[in-house]
T-cell receptor
Framework: EAQVTQNPRYLITVTGKKLTVTCSQN?????MSWYRQDPGLGLRQIYY???????DKGDVPEGYKVSRKEKRNFPLILESPSPNQTSLYFC????????????FGSGTQLSVL | GNSVTQMEGPVTLSEEAFLTINCTYT??????LFWYVQYPGEGLQLLLK?????DKGSNKGFEATYRKETTSFHLEKGSVQVSDSAVYFC??????????FGKGTTLSVSS
């Protein structure tokens, strides 16, 4: 089954404790992206990747890192999480990042205390 | 820059009512337009899309027409069901740019 898999589904952590949210897709997609969803703000793009070893900042990249060492994986890293990073995070992928459909993961609800 | 504006929610309707969710966009050139839907506890999924002016996207009884003259892509459904309760996002993209989402409109349908 074609899918984007994120883990964990829920995460509670404390300020400053490094964490990684994993994202994997099994569709051989070149394009992958991370969004955060906040009430009243909709979805905002954090980082995206057009292909292996190619990553670019989205609209809200501060406090986040990503890597794309393999085509299927695109982890999101919070080196020193802060409470303002409490949010619902989504990973998404598409074939080339053009005008085609985006496939979304089920989301990761992160709470930073 | 490119942007999407959609009507504020929540929208509360009774089953079988007519639905309209307004969406307007700002973009140069010819973007592609999308409606995504997010059911409770799930990620977003594509509902419909249109890639050029006057195209009509449709799926599951929902429709939206790409109107370049009014820069709009309003979502409509003739008769909503309880199972349509979700958050609906209008979005646009142009070649080489990221998908830009509106803030989302929550639809609640009661029986």
């Amino acid at each position: 089954e074609a899918q984007v898999t994120q883990n964990p589904r829920y995460l509670i952590t404390v300020t400053g404790k490094k964490l990684t949210v994993t994202c994997s897709q099994n569709m051989n997609h070149e394009y992958m992206s991370w969004y955060r969803q906040d009430p009243g703000l909709g979805l905002r793009q954090i980082y995206y990747s057009m292909n292996v070893e190619v990553t670019d900042k989205g609209d809200v990249p501060e406090g986040y890192k990503v890597s794309r060492k393999e085509k299927r994986n695109f982890p999101l890293i919070l080196e020193s999480p802060s409470p303002n990073q409490t949010s619902l995070y989504f990973c998404a992928s598409s074939l080339t990042g053009g005008r085609e459909k985006l496939f979304f993961g089920s989301g990761t609800q992160l709470s930073v205390l | 820059g490119n942007s999407v504006t959609q009507m504020e929610g929540p929208v509360t309707l009774s089953e079988e009512a007519f639905l309209t969710i307004n969406c307007t966009y700002t973009a140069t050139g010819y973007p592609s337009l999308f409606w995504y839907v997010q059911y409770p506890g799930e990620g977003l999924q594509l509902l419909l899309k249109a890639t050029k002016a006057d195209d009509k996207g449709s799926n599951k009884g929902f429709e939206a027409t790409y109107r370049k003259e009014t820069t709009s892509f309003h979502l409509e459904k003739g008769s909503v069901q309880v199972s349509d309760s979700a958050v609906y996002f209008c979005a646009l993209t142009k070649a080489g740019t990221a998908l830009i989402f509106g803030k989302g409109t929550t639809l609640s349908v009661s029986s």
